[in-house]
């Protein structure tokens, strides 16, 4: 477990994380993270899981109605 420390950056309020966890999570400057609750507290995560269902669902549909999608882009 790490402990992490809250630090005023400008007006706002934020956690600085460690090379070790930016590294294990993949994440650079500028990426997008997502903090969600779970029944264990809250997760910060680089995976959108709502995203990542809504992209699923367009590949079936772009899948399904390649043709169409082929005349469209005409």
Do not use: C, H, W
Not at 20 to 34: R, W
Not at 39 to 62: C, K, V
């Amino acid at each position: 477990m790490i402990t992490l420390k809250l630090t005023a950056i400008g007006n706002s309020v934020g956690v600085i994380l460690p090379r070790e966890a930016l590294a294990a999570l993949k994440l650079e400057k500028g990426d997008i993270v997502y903090l969600t609750e779970s029944p264990e507290g809250y997760r910060l995560t680089p995976y959108d899981s709502q995203f990542a269902q809504q992209m699923t669902l367009a590949r079936r549909i772009m899948k399904k109605r390649r043709n169409v999608l082929r005349e469209l882009a005409k």
